[in-house]
């Protein structure tokens, strides 16, 4: 059923406020992909936060138009299905992401800081791990020290516990003979 003049300028407007907290977007053709491939996209998207949406590409232009993302409008033709992120890589990782396993999803191009990335470059940007794993990398690399010290620490200690059984044996014989010998005089 074809939009009308009212839906298209919601649709514009919906797409415009997305696009304004976008770092990123990613342009991907879809034609010939399963319904069901579609939705597994979606919800990977959902996931990620990456706002995920077929629109027609020249609601998609004008949606576009006076932002940094406006040299991409070249690039909408066909049929394709639009990745908005707010995080710079979110959208290029679940669209290339998905392209590996399902071939009919094709990427076209992207843009990232007012630059036009062909397929290489989104591949290139979807490549770079997120920030949670490169937090997680900073903090293995902060910890590494602490942990080496923590396990430096544990081997002394184990180590002056097998040692101090042998000094103590010698302490529990004298203690032992003190206590049969108290023993022995109260016995007579």
């Known amino acids: ?11 514009v407007a919906e797409v415009q406020a997305e696009v304004a907290k ?3 977007i990613v342009l991907a053709e879809y034609r010939g992909i399963a319904v069901g491939d579609l939705t597994k996209l979606r919800a990977k998207a959902r996931e990620q936060q990456v706002y995920l949406r077929v629109l027609k590409n ?9 932002t940094p993302f406006a040299p991409l409008a070249d690039h909408m033709t066909g049929p394709l299905i639009y990745g908005v992120s707010s995080d710079a890589i979110a959208a290029a990782k679940v669209i290339n992401d998905f ?25 290139a940007l979807a490549s770079i791990p997120s920030r ?16 080496g ?9 184990a180590k002056r516990a097998e040692d101090a059984p042998a000094e103590a044996a010698p302490a529990e014989a004298v203690v032992a003979d003190a206590e049969s010998s108290d023993a022995a005089p109260s016995a007579a």
């Open 1 to 11: 059923m074809p939009l009308n003049r009212e839906d298209k300028l919601a649709v």
């Open 22 to 24: 976008a770092q990123s």
């Open 58 to 66: 020249t609601l998609a232009r004008r949606a576009v138009e006076g």
């Open 99 to 123: 392209a590996k396993t399902n071939d009919k999803l094709v990427i076209r191009s992207g843009s990232y800081e007012g630059l036009v990335l062909d397929k290489a470059g989104v591949q």
């Open 132 to 147: 949670e794993e490169l937090l997680a990398r900073l903090l293995g690399v902060m910890l590494a020290p602490v942990s």
């Open 149 to 157: 010290f923590a396990r430096a620490l544990a081997a002394l200690s």
